[in-house]
């Protein structure tokens, strides 16, 4: 196929873009839909990637996997919820949290539905498609798992603040502000491979099975 040239590099950060814009267009979508107007107000409720770039987690990270030959992953401009506004508060807000990564799943079931009904025919005459459909899989599931990881501020981290009881959650919330530190050091000690390894490979193989 493509792998290592640089028109596959190309193909993964296009898709990273597109499927970071819907992962927080969906974030905005279902807080719309639950009550909270604020996110569509400011133009989030939208799939222009312009809206939700965020320069560190959209263009650097995702740059610096891509020349390291590391799995490409990243995150945009989070979407901002007003909690008060949702009809059900905190339980409305464990639906628009797990929306983003929801909506990375369904990208990623997609994809592997194209790539299992593609006949052979297709991979001789259009291998790009089939390595966008491959290149959308797996970094749809990488965000979906990436995201679940139960640490503010990713969206596991949100689902698990609204199901907490409120003796728990208030402990909890004092880890928001050194989440995105703790993340760091996850990254750099290699524990977020070690994390987010093993339930990856398994939806990857689950989803993969149909076409081996």
Known sequence: ???????????????????????????????????????KSLGRLSLNPAVHVDPLGTLLLPGLAIAMGAPVIGWAKPVPVNIHALRRGRRDF???SAAGPGSNLAIAVVAALGLALSGAALYQ??????????TALRINLLL????????????????LAGILPASALATFERVRPWGIFILYGMMLTGTLGLLIGPPYVFLLRLLTSPMS
């Open 1 to 39: 196929m493509l792998q290592g040239d640089i028109g596959l590099q190309a193909l993964s950060f296009l898709v990273l873009i597109f499927s970071l814009s819907v992962h927080e267009a969906a974030h905005a979508w279902s807080a719309w839909r639950l009550g909270d107007p604020l996110a």
């Open 94 to 96: 464990v639906l628009v």
């Open 125 to 134: 005459t259009a291998p790009l498609l089939v390595e966008g459909l491959y």
């Open 144 to 159: 979906a798992v990436f995201n679940m990881i139960p640490l503010p501020p990713l969206d596991g981290g949100n689902v």
